[in-house]
T-cell receptor, first 117, second 111 residues
Framework: GAVVSQHPSRVICKSGTSVKIECRSL??????MFWYRQFPKQSLMLMAT?????????EQGVEKDKFLINHASLTLSTLTVTSAHPEDSSFYIC?????????????FGPGTRLTVL | DAKTTQPNSMESNEEEPVHLPCNHS???????IHWYRQLPSQGPEYVIH???SNVNNRMASLAIAEDRKSSTLILHRATLRDAAVYYC????????????FGQGTELSVKP
């Protein structure tokens, strides 16, 4: 199956700093990428949908100025957590689709564990 | 978004079949039924999906009720590596293909 990678796999930062997480589709072109957040013992929460070359669509309650998403190419999307605080500590997961047709599977990355001190 | 209801947890014995139920009584005609699973500290993994007919692949089978208001994921012979949280998700093709995860069923497999 198709492979999605994330970098870094884990990051620890100080409160107030910004952190960038990369999501890459390694062997296919992803027209759409999704970003999720998962707190311990909870389900995944969709944060935003990004389409290559256009602005991301954020889910209700997600601050677009805090979670900056860029989808500059068909194989790369980035999520920047700006001015991170301890409550932003979470497991961030991206996924990618070759298109937005609902009968195609989404391919998920391995996740990035963010810890804000 | 149409919602699904799954048991919080289930147990199985190794090498026995497992039937994971999912209720989705408010499913619409444009919803596909998708199943994903997530092993600890990993991203989710696609398992199977269907629309109206039962589906089989190398990982599992999906049985869909005739009225589409429920479905069952079937693992034919559970292994220890199948221990994971299984998510049943309705994916609306009119919503850009996004997946909205519910709480899922945590499956434990006993040797």
């Amino acid at each position: 199956g198709a492979v999605v990678s994330q970098h870094p796999s884990r990051v620890i930062c100080k409160s107030g700093t910004s952190v960038k997480i990369e999501c890459r589709s390694l062997d296919f072109q992803a027209t759409t990428m999704f970003w999720y957040r998962q707190f311990p013992k909870q389900s995944l929460m969709l944060m935003a949908t990004s389409n290559e070359g256009s602005k991301a669509t954020y889910e209700q309650g997600v601050e677009k100025d805090k979670f900056l998403i860029n989808h500059a190419s068909l194989t790369l999307s980035t999520l920047t957590v700006t001015s991170a605080h301890p409550e932003d500590s979470s497991f961030y997961i991206c996924s990618a689709s070759q298109d937005s047709v609902s009968y195609n599977e989404q391919f998920f990355g391995p996740g990035t564990r963010l810890t804000v001190l | 978004d149409a919602k699904t209801t799954q048991p919080n947890s289930m147990e199985s014995n190794e090498e026995e079949p497992v039937h994971l139920p999912c209720n989705h009584s408010t499913i619409s005609g444009t919803d596909y039924i998708h199943w994903y699973r997530q092993l600890p500290s990993q991203g989710p993994e696609y398992v199977i999906h269907g629309l109206t007919s039962n589906v089989n692949n190398r990982m599992a089978s999906l049985a869909i009720a005739e009225d589409r208001k429920s479905s069952t994921l079937i693992l034919h012979r559970a292994t220890l590596r199948d221990a994971a949280v299984y998510y049943c998700i309705l994916r609306d093709r009119n919503q850009g293909g996004k997946l909205i995860f519910g709480q899922g069923t945590e499956l434990s497999v006993k040797p």
